[in-house]
């Protein structure tokens, strides 16, 4: 029975549009169709000898009627169009084949693996080459006579150093007050309230102050520094830098590295001053000390040692911030979109490596000085 | 051609902070005509297009579509009738985190719902027609500056507006390509009946595309008429343009930031 009423079906069908195809008519032509070729046709008529106005939007329908036919095998002609829809269907005859897939192959596990390394690799070699360039440029190149950027110097040195004195300080301020008060909750226990300034100069001096210091300017300033490298690449000025004879070491990095290390050390002492000055307030305002014997005990404890300490945390720590802010800000691919990732690849950088680097030196300092 | 015009501009004065930079401009843009707006450097041509955009406020002046005056229009209103423009960037104006199909996709999906399917077909189709078949997986930053602007024709016409504004459409393509992108404007209002505004100095396209003739110096508009009136007109100014002849001197034309 279903075998004796396919073959009484036309193996042609013929489908007159109507004088426009607007989103509704353009549903209704793909329904036909798909019932056409359910109903047995290898053969589609599309006659558009009706059709007076198509636009994109109708065209588009169109090319979805006819891949339709043609992906379930159906022969589709197209006939009798004319005046303005003929040429707009000339037009787009292009796109009535349905596209090319042009996936590219995914790399395998091991291929992926050995990519990520190949990359960690290289880009730990550009890193080291950068650094050399960057000493070079602003340690030695200066005292050879090759000249040093002053005024850029001046400016990062406003930038880095001079306008982040304020959040440091205020920061610093409140890490001592908290400190203070987590110590003083333990120290009261067995009376010795007075360690509580003790505790706070030493902890500055080894570690806050420095590690507070360095993520306020890998915020601020190394993250800017990465965001205007990288605005630099994608606006090809780096490469105008470059095509000028021009080192970009020299212009664009020696004077950074120059002012952050001398910033960051300087912002680490305010910090520091900041944060026993925090101590006190507590003390003032809870423990009930005076002043003379709280600076007794706080003169008593600070050694330069740790003030040492904390000191070649900051020199790390600046060298970190700005090496980290720079490679990240030239390695940026992909236009607007890469640098914003490469501002947030620099302060993330920045943090973890920062914290690698304390963690180093605090060990070295603990066991071996 | 109806005579009404759809797009009126009267009296404009506009300009960047204190600075004004256009004197007074009136313009009309009529159903399915090609109109170019020429000029030297500087005289106010992307200001021009930036206040019919809506982009910068007017100092005082009018500006009308199909009536509905837009300096007073508050932020939702403006929209609404950008909707209904198309916008074809100097640069391209791609959006860098997108792909080349979903940068056309965008007012598509935007504007008012789409069947993905039928959506994916209009991409091809807009792609087709500036000759860049089969990009739409590429992201912006893997083509080049003639394919970037290109692929910004594409979504100016991505949901078949009944304007297109091209800024400079043929600067930094190269001749064929300009010429085929000739093609196109000539194409999109013949078939599609669009309305085609662009401001350009490429002679060439201005005598191949170019119904009528706008030409501005110093924000003021100093001829209006069609290529054959160009090539009858006594105005200097017009004609140091047309004949490409430099000025005897080198005036101060005042630096303009865009």
Not at chain 1, 9 to 36: C, K, N
Not at chain 2, 67 to 89: C, H, S, V, W
């Amino acid at each position: 029975m279903a075998s004796a009423q396919e073959s009484t079906q036309p193996r042609r069908t013929v489908i007159a549009l109507p004088g426009e195809l607007p989103d509704s008519g353009g549903a209704r032509l793909l329904e036909e169709i798909s019932a056409a070729i359910s109903s047995g046709a290898r053969a589609i008529e599309l006659d558009l000898s009706g059709l007076k106005r198509l636009d994109s939007r109708g065209g588009a329908w169109l090319i979805r009627a006819v891949r339709t036919a043609r992906a379930a095998g159906a022969r589709v002609d197209l006939s009798g169009a004319r005046g303005e829809a003929a040429e707009l269907i000339e037009l787009l005859a292009g796109s009535f084949e349905a596209p090319r897939a042009s996936a590219r192959p995914a790399a395998g596990l091991m291929e992926a693996v050995g990519q990520k390394a190949f990359g960690a690799w290289r880009e730990f070699g550009d890193a080291w080459r950068l650094t050399v360039d960057a000493a070079y440029w602003s340690f030695i190149a200066p005292f050879e006579g090759r000249g040093l950027r002053w005024k850029a110097l001046l400016t990062e040195l406003d930038d880095a150093g001079v306008r982040a004195i304020g959040i440091v300080s205020l920061l610093n301020f409140l890490l001592g007050l908290v400190i203070a008060m987590l110590s003083a909750a333990q120290a009261s226990t067995f009376g010795v309230q007075i360690y509580v300034a003790s505790l706070v100069v030493m902890g500055f001096a080894r570690e806050l102050a420095a590690i507070m210091t360095g993520i306020v300017v890998s915020a601020r300033t190394g993250s800017a520094i990465a965001a205007e490298l990288a605005t630099m690449k994608v606006y090809e000025e780096i490469d105008a830098l470059k095509g000028m004879g021009l080192s970009v070491a020299k212009f664009l990095i020696a004077p950074k590295v120059i002012a952050v290390l001398i910033a960051v050390p300087i912002l680490t002492a305010i910090g520091f001053v900041m944060g026993v000055a925090g101590g006190f307030v507590l003390n003032a305002i809870s423990l009930g000390f005076t002043f003379d014997r709280w600076w007794e005990q706080t003169l008593q404890a600070a050694a330069v040692r740790d003030l040492l300490q904390g000191g070649v945390k900051a020199v790390c720590f600046a060298v970190i911030i700005v090496m980290v802010g720079c490679h990240n800000g030239l390695r940026v691919t992909g236009g607007v979109r890469g640098v914003g990732m490469a501002t947030t690849r620099a302060v993330v950088m920045d943090v973890f490596l920062i914290v690698v680097a304390d963690l180093f030196f605090t060990t070295v300092f603990y066991y071996f000085l | 051609m109806d005579r009404k015009p759809i797009v009126e501009v009267r009296d404009l004065v506009g300009g960047y902070g204190g600075h004004l930079v256009l004197d007074r401009i009136s313009l009309d843009v009529y159903e399915g005509e090609i109109v170019v707006v020429i000029g030297g450097s500087g005289c106010g041509k992307s200001t021009l297009l930036k206040n019919m955009l809506g982009l910068l406020r007017p100092v005082s002046g009018s500006i009308r579509y199909w009536g509905q005056e837009i300096t007073t229009m508050d932020e939702e209103e403006l929209a609404l009738l950008l909707q209904r423009l198309g916008i074809a960037f100097q640069s391209g104006a791609l959006f860098n985190s997108m792909t080349v199909g979903e940068n056309i996709a965008l007012p598509m999906e935007e504007y008012g719902r789409m069947d993905p399917a039928l959506r994916e077909i209009l991409v091809g189709i807009k792609l087709d027609l500036v000759g860049l078949s089969g990009t739409a997986g590429l992201m912006p930053d893997e083509l080049s500056g003639g394919m970037k602007k290109r692929v910004g024709f594409a979504r100016a016409i991505a949901v078949d507006p009944r304007i297109v504004f091209f800024d400079e459409p043929s600067t930094s393509l190269d001749p064929i390509i300009a010429a085929g992108l000739d093609k196109l404007i000539l194409d999109m209002r013949r078939l599609l009946g669009i309305t085609v505004f662009v401001v350009t100095h490429d002679l060439a396209s201005i005598r191949l595309i170019a119904d009528r003739i706008v030409m501005l110096d110093r924000g003021r508009v100093i001829f209006t008429g069609t290529v054959a009136d160009v090539e009858r007109t006594g105005v200097p100014r017009v004609r140091q343009f047309f004949d490409r002849q430099p000025d005897k001197t080198i005036e101060a034309r005042g630096v303009r930031t865009p």
